[in-house]
T-cell receptor, first 113, second 119 residues
Framework: AQSVTQPDIHITVSEGASLELRCNYSYGATPYLFWYVQSPGQGLQLLLKYFSGDTLVQGIKGFEAEFKRSQSSFNLRKPSVHWSDAAEYFCAVGDQGSYIPTFGRGTSLIVHP | DTEVTQTPKHLVMGMTNKKSLKCEQHMGHRAMYWYKQKAKKPPELMFVYSYEKLSINESVPSRFSPECPNSSLLNLHLHALQPEDSALYLC??????????????????FGAGTRLSVL
């Protein structure tokens, strides 16, 4: 079965600094990969997804992610973080049998002014 | 309109109560989902409805009873819950069932959730 690992429980960055959130997956074939964001008291919002094609994926809110098969990774990046980006970020994986995402444990992003 | 609406936003209930959570979407989506999310944990899939029929039940206890009366509405009936059932309950919808071959073209839209406390 597919699984996804987010090694960082918390990440703290200063406003305006760059951001990279790590995600590693375990799956034999090409996985389907997602990044979601959950603001406090809110549901989940899809930031971006990768199914095939260009390994650098652009998402909403200025986020991007890069699929690296050799490293089994799908890290999320943003060049300049805003205070409103403080939230919980979930990496998720699906497979060809099911596009229903299986979520990682999440990374909590804290933004200092 | 890409909104999934969940009511109520908060619910407190005793272990002997019967209550219902409601989820509504008007995007013409034919698949709807219930998730349970404990604090500081990822969402866990509970049920999937496709074309108003239950297609997945992730071994959820019978004290949770889903219902899909029409394509726009999804309910979760609660009865005799335990304190450990306290959680955020999220509803989601997608154009088609994500199990289908065309699933790659679909994404899930989530509601804001109902925060349930069982006393």
């Amino acid at each position: 079965a597919q699984s996804v690992t987010q090694p960082d429980i918390h990440i703290t960055v200063s406003e305006g600094a760059s951001l990279e959130l790590r995600c590693n997956y375990s799956y034999g074939a090409t996985p389907y990969l997602f990044w979601y964001v959950q603001s406090p008291g809110q549901g989940l919002q899809l930031l971006l997804k990768y199914f095939s094609g260009d390994t650098l994926v652009q998402g909403i809110k200025g986020f991007e992610a890069e699929f690296k098969r050799s490293q089994s990774s799908f890290n999320l990046r943003k060049p300049s973080v805003h205070w409103s980006d403080a939230a919980e970020y979930f990496c998720a994986v699906g497979d060809q049998g099911s596009y229903i995402p299986t979520f990682g444990r999440g990374t909590s992003l804290i933004v200092h002014p | 309109d890409t909104e999934v609406t969940q009511t109520p936003k908060h619910l407190v209930m005793g272990m002997t109560n019967k209550k219902s959570l409601k989820c509504e979407q008007h995007m013409g989506h034919r698949a709807m989902y219930w998730y349970k999310q404990k604090a500081k944990k990822p969402p866990e899939l509970m049920f999937v409805y496709s074309y108003e029929k239950l297609s997945i039940n992730e071994s959820v206890p019978s004290r949770f009873s889903p219902e899909c009366p029409n394509s726009s509405l999804l309910n979760l009936h609660l009865h005799a819950l335990q304190p450990e059932d306290s959680a955020l309950y999220l509803c989601a919808s997608s154009q088609e069932n994500l199990l289908a071959g065309e699933g790659a073209k679909n994404i899930q839209y989530f509601g804001a959730g109902t925060r349930l406390s069982v006393l």
